[in-house]
């Protein structure tokens, strides 16, 4: 997260230097989630099968090369190959989720999640300080220049002394799933399909733009949605064929892990939506945005990090206590709140940035709870592979909200003096249709949550409701 928040601020930047426009400027973030979207599910039966930091290490390598690349992009479509081989690296998040399960003791497994958590939040925060100064001072490139030591120095330490304990049979989930030995091998046509439907529906949306509509446009658009339809079609039908599939359906129907990997994906489209829309909103001359630098944006949006960085651990001992389900209920709850705030107070940044902090309060009970929900209800044996469903849709939401975000940007434009220059900035009402769309998908996730707890309350799992 230190890499990924200290980019944020830069976005009106590249936007700038590349001439790009807000809707292409989504891939910024979207071509870094993409590939760790695919990516997920196959780095979790890879550890599984290889051992976690076998996998961890590898993955963490092909991170550092992506990262150097970046940091000496000339080109917008170099920086896009260079997101793309950096987002390879999210399936990191994976793998460490399930280590935690290997180290922890089952009543304790949401507390392991809440430092995680917490770290990630203070990779946030000092993202966001740092890299407003450093975009003012040194620009953007320097932001991925800062990450290459403490990534190497990450792989030393995780090199020399992280340890692999193996489970016992008796530390096993009790949900009654077949616990049948674990074939070798990775499903390659299915992450194929998998990548080309979730690519092909985002460069769809990125098209749906005001400005490239017309016949032309039409038909590329068309073109996108058929091949992601027929790419989605290919993907059940090679995975119920399968016999190592990437992503197991019978697992991902599950009654308690479906409603949870949804309500993580939404929360997924929730954060990466906003990380696209304040900086611009920030960054943007007055009256269209509050007119800030670099730094401001970063300040915007520390409460948010703070927030975030206070609720990880302590969410973990709110579901230690409470169990798993009520804190989701209580988060999503919040979270829409957060963002009806949002939608009704973003005409000043002091409103935005208490805004963020009431939002990254419920999403963390949200996250820590909903994946304590996926954790809990997997059997050991196919934990590599549950978490990496898990985050393969909470990357599939963080893929669509910036895209989404970038559409919006694009359609409702109004057009101030600049330098005695006419030029087009986003208007208040793509905020406002942004933050809606938030509030009414975080709707969704407070009904999914009741939803939730109603099966929950008919099945039987340890530490679980």
């Known amino acids: 997260m230190y890499a990924e928040t200290m980019l944020i601020p830069a976005i009106p930047d590249l936007i700038r230097e590349f001439n790009v426009s807000y809707s292409t400027s989504s891939w910024i973030l979207t071509a870094y989630l993409v590939p760790g979207a695919v990516m997920m ?40 190959i260079a997101r793309a081989i950096q987002g390879i690296g999210m399936a990191m998040f994976v793998i460490a989720f399930g280590i935690i399960r290997d180290q922890f003791p089952r009543e304790k497994i949401s507390i392991g999640q809440g430092v995680i958590s917490s770290m990630f939040a203070s990779g946030a925060v000092i993202g966001l300080l740092a890299g407003g100064i450093i975009i003012n001072n040194y620009g953007w490139h320097a932001t991925f220049f800062s990450t290459i030591p403490v990534a190497v120095a990450l792989f030393v330490v995780i090199w020399r002394f992280n340890y692999e304990r193996k489970m016992e049979p008796w530390e096993q989930a009790p949900e009654r799933i077949p616990a049948a030995n674990i074939p070798k091998g990775v499903d390659v046509k299915g992450a194929i399909a998998l990548a080309t439907f979730v690519t092909s529906f985002l460069l769809a949306l990125t098209l749906f733009e005001t400005g490239s509509a017309g016949l032309q446009s039409a038909v590329q658009i068309a073109i996108f949605i058929a091949t992601g339809a027929v790419a989605l079609v290919l993907f059940i039908l090679i995975e119920k064929r399968a016999k190592v599939p990437l992503v197991d359906l019978k697992l991902m129907a599950h009654k308690a892990i479906l409603p949870a990997n949804l309500i993580i994906m939404i929360v997924g489209f929730s954060m990466f939506m906003v990380f696209q829309t304040i900086p611009v909103l920030v960054r943007n001359p007055h009256p269209l945005g509050f007119g800030g630098d670099a730094a401001m944006a970063g300040y915007v949006q520390l409460p948010f990090a703070l927030v975030l960085l206070v609720f990880g651990p302590t969410s973990g001992l709110i579901v230690e206590r409470l169990g798993s389900v009520r804190p989701i209920i209580i988060g999503t709850s919040i979270t829409t709140t957060g963002f009806l705030f949002l939608l009704t107070f973003h005409n000043d940044w002091v409103s935005v940035a208490a805004s963020l902090a009431v939002l990254s309060t419920g999403l963390s009970l949200t996250n820590v709870g909903a994946l304590n929900v996926t954790i809990l209800a997997t059997p050991a044996q196919f934990m590599g592979m549950s978490v990496g469903m898990n985050t393969l849709l909470r990357i599939v939401g963080a893929s669509v909200g910036p895209a989404l975000a970038g559409v919006y940007m694009q359609t409702y434009q109004s057009t101030i003096e600049v330098a005695n220059r006419p030029t087009a900035f986003p208007s208040m009402q793509a905020y406002s249709a942004i933050f809606l769309t938030a509030v009414i998908l975080s709707v969704v996730s407070v009904m999914l949550a009741v939803f939730l707890k109603r099966r929950l309350n008919k099945m039987s799992i340890p530490n679980l409701a």
């Open 41 to 80: 599910p196959v780095a979790g039966k890879l550890s599984d099968i290889y051992g976690k930091k076998n996998v961890l290490l590898t993955i963490m390598a092909i991170y550092v090369v992506g990262i150097t690349i970046a940091g000496f992009s000339t080109s917008i479509y170099m920086l896009f």
